[in-house]
């Protein structure tokens, strides 16, 4: 396993945390084994990561058709590798009690894995087309929510066999979130809009206009009062999704990153308390806005591809992102 000590990523500007690194290991703001960590093992580019809710895990899915289980802490070890996708890992997200990851891949298949075993404990195989995108629900029964470019949204139950409910769209669907009290879903697609899905109504009840170009990804906040969306016209979007907003709920725009012929589904997300966000970038840079003054805070060099996701840590000042480049790498910030 490869590891950097040093490497451009830790020349990042701006920067408005003091980063030296005194002889005795002072001023180290983390438990990373050192500032930068390059993971390598992916045959093939990286399409999505993410930390476990207890922040010692880092999963990567890619065009390798593999899903990896890394060690966060010493040399990031990879300890696990689970196999049985027929095509590209897309998406990968946690259970929030952190012993399933749910995998979403062209292979028109929702896959669920028991991260203690590395065995698969489910195959949602209904939609007709690629799975792009995939969230499980934050609270109540163990539902997840599919978005496909069959140009459906898919419910599932993790305790029944089949979906519990299909919600058709006009146009491909490319990412999916559910709302916090899990009573409706969130999907963006190709028509470039957010719909708000209620479940018991299975009906749209809003649509969010704004963005000019296909939606790659979305994220809800951790207080579950916004939602974050990356779209090819190079913006990141805040919505306001309390119940009593004002009409125009895009609260703000953040915009800086790129997207390129490559259309890869860039994702984005938000750091633990809500002050940051970050967002996949087709100019190889892994990018940090700060949401208060809409600023960016970090423009990190590091990777030579496309950078399809970076994710906060849950609980320290760590970033991890994955790359076309077939690296991640996890860095102080």
């Given at each position: 396993m490869m590891m950097q000590t040093e490497s451009a990523l830790s020349m990042a500007a701006p920067r408005p945390m003091d980063l030296s690194?005194?002889?005795?290991?002072?001023?180290r703001r983390s438990s990373l084994e050192s500032p930068v960590m390059l993971l390598t093992g992916h045959q093939s580019a990286v399409y999505t990561i993410k930390f476990n809710p207890a922040g010692n895990i880092i999963a990567s899915g890619s065009h390798d058709r593999e899903i990896f289980l890394w060690h966060v802490h010493a040399e990031c070890n990879n300890f696990m590798v689970l196999k049985g996708h027929?095509?590209?890992?897309?998406?990968?997200?946690?259970?929030?009690?952190?012993?399933?990851?749910?995998?979403?891949?062209?292979?028109?298949?929702?896959?669920?894995w028991d991260v203690e075993t590395g065995k698969q404990i489910k195959k949602m195989a209904e939609h007709s087309s690629f799975v792009n995108s995939c969230c499980p629900a934050r609270r109540g029964p163990p539902l997840?929510?599919?978005?496909?470019?069959?140009g459906t949204a898919k419910l599932w139950d993790m305790r029944q066999r089949g979906a519990i409910q299909t919600?058709?769209?006009?146009?491909?669907?490319?990412?999916?979130?559910?709302?916090?009290?899990?009573?409706?879903?969130?999907?963006?697609?190709?028509?470039?809009?957010?719909?708000?899905?209620d479940l018991r109504r299975a009906e749209v009840t809003m649509t969010l206009q704004g963005h000019q170009d296909?939606?790659?990804?979305?994220?809800?906040?951790?207080?579950g009062s916004y939602l974050l969306t990356n779209a090819m016209d190079c913006s990141l979007r805040i919505w306001d999704m309390r119940p009593y907003a004002p009409q125009n709920r895009c609260v703000k725009i953040l915009e800086g990153h790129q997207h390129n012929f490559e259309k890869n589904l860039l994702k984005c997300s938000w750091s633990p308390d809500g002050?940051?966000?970050?967002?996949g970038s087709s100019d190889r840079m892994v990018y940090i806005w700060n949401t208060t003054s809409r600023q960016i805070l970090y423009k990190l060099p590091g990777h030579t591809g496309s950078v399809n996701e970076c994710v906060f840590h849950p609980t320290e000042p760590i970033i991890g992102s994955c790359s076309s480049d077939k690296q991640i790498y996890l860095g102080e910030i």
């Open positions: 690194i005194s002889a005795n290991g002072n001023h027929k095509n590209a890992v897309l998406d990968l997200q946690w259970t929030t009690d952190g012993f399933t990851l749910i995998s979403a891949s062209p292979d028109n298949t929702l896959r669920a997840i929510v599919s978005g496909s470019d069959d919600f058709p769209d006009k146009y491909q669907i490319t990412a999916v979130s559910f709302s916090d009290a899990s009573d409706k879903i969130y999907t963006g697609g190709i028509d470039n809009e957010v719909k708000v899905w296909m939606i790659t990804g979305m994220q809800l906040s951790p207080d002050s940051k966000v970050t967002a």
